[in-house]
């Protein structure tokens, strides 16, 4: 199993479009460079009137497939 570790800065409108479209998966750049893709719904619980902001641990199984998120304080 691994983790990496993302930064995520979304203001609350635009998460509020992108879960609203036909986008169902977010991208990001982890803090060692690695592209990271992850359903958008994953991150909800995270969502306050100002948005999605902090900093997430994403841990996947050994076929690189998500299997949690938390955040990081």
Known sequence: ???LVVDISL???QYLQVYQSYVRQVKAVARNGQT???PI?????FLTHNGIH???ELTFDSDNKFTG?????
């Open 11 to 13: 203001p609350r409108e």
């Open 41 to 45: 719904s994953v991150l909800q619980p």
């Open 1 to 3: 199993m691994g983790s």
């Open 54 to 56: 902090g900093s997430f």
């Open 36 to 38: 990271v893709r992850f």
């Open 69 to 73: 998120i938390a955040e990081l304080r």
